[in-house]
């Protein structure tokens, strides 16, 4: 593999000799294999560049200064490099778009996605949040393995540290399992799908970027963005208090997010997880209150009459009464379903 110094146009990057650009599929694969190998033990790192870039989304240097000199940093172009490495590696474990992938050791067709951290963000801004990320994600540290009984560095904390790393390991192990959950139908309608894509791969052309914007999976990502941010802004005894309660993402709700263009997708995962999290009664920023059936403040709340689930209005913005809202119903059993975001003077919620 070849090793290149890369530069952004416009913007110095510190020099890295150790940052490696995939430049083949022959490359690309040989990557895929050492990712897959069973006896691998050290991390791996990924950037790619956003579509129709050269050079990594996220600054090499900032993620060399976290990583450390001994880890090896890939940098792949996304277009058809990228696809050739998502054939190659189990269904979401695969980077490109301008994110960035942390493969740590025991990467596996059954290993939750959560175990080798995605730093993505729908926005493709990829600055100081995305970096502060990443760094987050590599200051946890490998997935746990093995049994409690054979290695168990918990046990050198304090009493109550103790208690709360517990909490967070079973909390994120929970997480993994619910992710992979919710990936896992979507895995099994495109295994066929990867494998004809990699016997015809040799015969296409390289595509353009834009027309594979499809393959980034907006509920997938939506998922991902409310998941890491839960456990980004809460505590372990925060979240053993009150636990990510069930949610729906409703028929209109991503669509009307891709339309949102005042408040960052950031913004909208964190609003869904602390209102799906139970918390948006505490928080008087997000001025959560019933949609009512009419204008007026006395006027009912407004119900669904197939399954009697009320409807919920809050702010997307602090301090900014004109703010985009959020909509969604809260059905009996305590589920949120998310059904719109939008301007402050829309007043509609889809039932659907």
Known sequence: MSVALLRRPHEHLAADPHLIHLRSEEEVDALAERILGPQRAEPLVCLTSRSSENYPALDPAEIRAIVGPEVQVFFLRTGRLSFALQDALPQGMSVFGGAARIWWPGVSDETPLFDHPLIHEASAVYGSQAVRAFESAWGRGAPATGSEEDVDPILALPQQERDDARAEVEELRHANGELSRRVQHERDLRRTAQRRARDLRGRLTEPAPEEHTHDVDPELAFHQDLLETWFEHLTPSDRRERPLGSYLVGAQFLSSVAQLQTVSRDRVAW??????????????????????SGRGGNDPPRVRARDGATAWRCALKTNSPSAPRLHYWLLADGTTEFAKVGPHDDMDISES
């Open 271 to 292: 609003v869904c997880a602390m209102v799906a999290g139970g918390r948006g009664p505490e928080l008087a920023n997000l001025e959560l209150h019933p949609l009512r």
